[in-house]
């Protein structure tokens, strides 16, 4: 019975032996990053109730959250981004695990929303491209890779474009936008 035992033992301290010297396996099998591209604007008055973006503005310093949820429906990855000075969101998803590789592919379980616009004039949400119910990603196949012989990889998927929409807008009856 002893024999046994110490063979347990012995096995076991290899097990953690070779646990705690390859981690650098486990870190390649993550995969590469992942990031979400979408631009963000002021629909123009002249557009409001159309998903036209003809004229918007570019809304700077916005808020826009990216939420994953898995196959059971659970939020597992949650974070709100700030637009650069161009309206631009490029969200890094650091942190982002998928349980399961093609259920809980960014593809599938994740969604960017509108969250806050620092435009006083225009800070309504609207539902351009689904900025309101949760606008999903597409693959636009761009990939960015790190220089200087760095491994570094990251896959960019694209949402949007999202819009506020402008608090005052007079409406004209004389011409009606479906």
């Not at 760095?150 to 011409?175: M, Q």
């Amino acid at each position: 019975m002893a024999y046994i035992i110490r063979n347990l033992v012995v096995l076991s301290t290899l097990f953690l032996i070779l646990a705690i010297t390859t981690p650098s396996i486990e870190a390649k099998e993550e995969g590469p990053e992942v990031v979400v591209e979408a631009m963000v604007y002021c629909q123009s008055c002249d557009h409001i109730g159309t998903w036209s973006l003809s004229e918007a503005k570019a809304v700077g310093s916005a808020k826009v959250s990216v939420t994953c949820k898995n196959q059971k429906g659970q939020v597992f990855y949650y974070k709100v981004f700030d637009t650069d000075k161009n309206g631009y969101l490029y969200a890094q998803l650091g942190g982002f695990k998928m349980q399961h590789y093609i259920l809980d592919h960014p593809l599938h379980s994740c969604y960017v929303k509108l969250v806050w616009s620092p435009l006083e004039s225009c800070g309504l949400l609207s539902n351009v491209n689904y900025g309101l119910s949760g606008a999903r990603l597409r693959y636009e196949n761009k990939r960015l890779h790190g220089g200087g012989g760095s491994n570094h990889e990251a896959v960019i998927y694209a949402a949007g474009p999202l819009a506020f929409r402008p608090n005052d807008c007079l409406h004209d009856t004389t011409h009606h936008h479906g």
